[in-house]
């Protein structure tokens, strides 16, 4: 025979199971309740610690906490700053050189660029390099006296002058260097070799900062630049280098001397502010048309040559003079 339970029986236990879980949950809110207050009063009773933690900057630091410890001062006047090329041969003719300056003066340039050491050549008969190699220097090329009297008289016709500086083997003889063209009374010394040290890829800036910092000790008194290659400036994971660059530079310099004018206007373009912001002064070679003009057009008024401008009264003889030596 089958039994059968009573289904009302069962309905009326349902109830029950639900008030247990509701007590449960009520009690446990309760609990969180009382626990939570107690939490909060014992923090704002507690001696917090407020004092700053101190950190150091790294490739993600934020540009305005990076320390300016390389000690360069930025003029924002060397934003228009256009340098033509001044060719010291000939110096023993005193009057060459200063009709060179005139000339440089009255085509618009309000500064000199010197070609002081290239390629591992000196342009000017160096004491240091004397007393490094123990050899006489050439007597075709000008003397340190002839230099810095070539210097001053730009300045005297309020010219700058800018030194053209590429670094050497010998980092000692380099320091030697930059104090006879810190004597010679150049206002800037832009220094070149160091074009490469950042890329697509970024880089390494720990050798160049040292380099920087003995260069700057050296020709104290006068400003430094720092010639870079426009990669330097294209890729943004280079930013923090150039940053703390800056902090060793009164102003950057691009070597743009094999650019058309249309890539320079394209640099300008994709780089934007930096020209700005950097100061970037762009090298131009002298037979490069229209790369001035293009930069001009895209709102940038410097620009250094670093050889002269073909023109229909450069003198054959002279220039033949100058191949010869």
Known sequence: MKVYRSYTAKKLKLPKRILFFVICAVLILFFALLLGNHLKNKMESADIDTTPIETTPSQETEPDDIIPEG?????????????????ISYADDEKV??????KLKDDGF???????VESGRLAYASKALEEYTRLPAS????????????VEYAESKGMITSALFEKGSSEELDMYIASELALAGFDEIVISGFENILGEKGGEIASCTGYLTRFRTSAKGVDVSLRLSPDAFVYARNSYHIEKL?????????DMT???SEEAGELVKKIGGSFSVYMIRPFVSGDSEGVSDALKAEGVEAVQYISAIPGPDTDTAETTGKDDQ
């Open 110 to 116: 309000n500064a000199v660029s010197v070609v002081c």
């Open 139 to 150: 007597e075709n090329i000008i003397s340190l006296d002839e230099l810095g009297s070539a």
């Open 71 to 87: 000690g360069a001062t930025h003029d924002e006047s060397k934003k228009s700053v256009r340098s033509g090329y001044l060719d």
């Open 97 to 102: 050189i200063r009709e060179r300056i005139d």
């Open 258 to 260: 094999e650019y058309t």
């Open 246 to 254: 800056f902090t060793y530079t009164e102003f950057f310099s691009v």
